[in-house]
DNA sequence: TACTGAATTAGTACCTGGTGATAATAGCTG
DNA sequence: CAGCTATTATCACCAGGTACTAATTCAGTA
């Protein structure tokens, strides 16, 4: 018969392992001695049996992949992909909900992050050298989940030549029902060119 | 005389070094030998000169500071740090807005940044079991800059008991200052409060 | 009872990517 | 030539491991 009274023990302080170096993944084999009570060597083959690399080979892909993140993230002005960009008229973006955008327990995206796809746009989609949000009217029209692709599609509803102001509409589908709305009024810095060219007028709402 | 024939070199060996190391931390010396054709002992006392740690140093800060971001950005909940809350009544947060806030260019607040934090207190302030946000209604009154620290304050206008919608309002404040102001509407599930299992607000799940 | 076998511990050799110190050399320069 | 800087060469040592072999413990059982 399998040994249950010992294996227990050895299951549980794999838990607690990957639970540890999860919360730290900063710890040396010698400080997980200290905390699991047993030798280095079991803590050697526990991660060898969990997969667990050694200390520097974590801390080199986390390295790298904060490299990539920064990369990707950080230096990005935009949340969201910009599929589609006519500048001054429309644009569109899409973003896809992960984990990290959702409240954990429901699986429902926080507004801010729908909020935040439909700003980036709004403010993508002014050709100007300085654009900023000035004011917004927003509607959640239903909820967003987990994995579900955003469609954000923004309107440049006017630009007119002289002002600072622009007024831009955002609407957000998944599939095709729109989960989001958003009237943007958005500054524009003062040096814009003398091209009125859109002849659009609310042709929605 | 200063041999500037020779200082030369060196300098420039300093300037390739740390060029080449920018943009890949990931090198070790004895590459750093192939590429710059000195020895190990010229590689090592150039980083010493130059302030650069060695390579598993250059992992480990990259890591730490990726670990802080994923902790700080993605894992939390909300945006901010609450420092006060009086459920359905008011509530304060704290968020200094980093380098990763900004628009590089000019260190101005993306807007979606102020408005997270906003959003974030408006939910976390009603106290039940889900609150989403509805709609809002938002004025960005002046541009936050890099290391600004924005103090947002909710003040729970409307819980009637039996409804399903809140009204919070959100005023934040750099100094005195208010840069942002935000009317939201929260959608709350049906219980107001569901007494099931105690400290709920405790999770912040 | 003795045997089996998993789990654990111990010990050794070796590895990478370094630090720190000391010393030798090269190359120019006044 | 001496004097100087820059460079290179060794050597001992370190952390945090891998890889391997061997011993020990301890429960279950044939």
Redesign the pocket.
């Known amino acids: 018969?399998?040994?249950?009274?010992?294996?227990q023990?050895?299951k549980q302080?794999h838990q607690q392992l990957l639970r540890i170096i999860e919360e730290n993944p900063f710890?040396?084999?010698?400080?997980?001695t200290r905390l699991l009570?047993?030798?280095?060597?079991?803590?050697?083959?526990?991660?060898?049996e969990l997969g667990i690399?050694?200390?520097?080979?974590?801390l080199k892909l986390m390295a790298e992949r904060s490299y990539d993140a920064v990369r990707s993230l950080q230096l990005d002005e935009v949340i969201g992909e910009i599929v589609d960009l006519q500048l001054d008229k429309s644009g569109i973006s899409i973003f896809e909900i992960q984990k990290e955008h959702v409240f954990s327990r429901t699986g429902i995206a926080r507004g801010h992050h729908v909020f935040a796809q439909a700003n980036s746009l709004a403010v993508a989609v002014i050709n100007d050298e300085i654009a900023l949000t000035s004011a917004a009217d927003i509607r959640f029209l239903r909820s967003v989940r987990l994995g579900e692709k955003c469609i954000a599609k923004a309107f440049v509803r006017s630009h007119s030549g002289g002002k600072s102001k622009a007024k831009v509409e955002v609407f957000t589908y998944v599939g095709d029902e729109m989960v989001f709305q958003g009237h943007f009024v958005i500054f524009r810095s003062a040096g814009e060119r003398a091209n009125e060219g859109g002849s659009e007028r609310a042709d929605r709402d």
Do not use: F, G, N, Y
Not at 53 to 58: I, N, S
């Open positions: 018969m399998v040994p249950i009274i010992e294996r023990p050895k302080r710890v040396t084999d010698r400080e997980l009570k047993v030798s280095i060597q079991t803590i050697r083959l526990d991660r060898m690399p050694e200390l520097r080979e974590r």
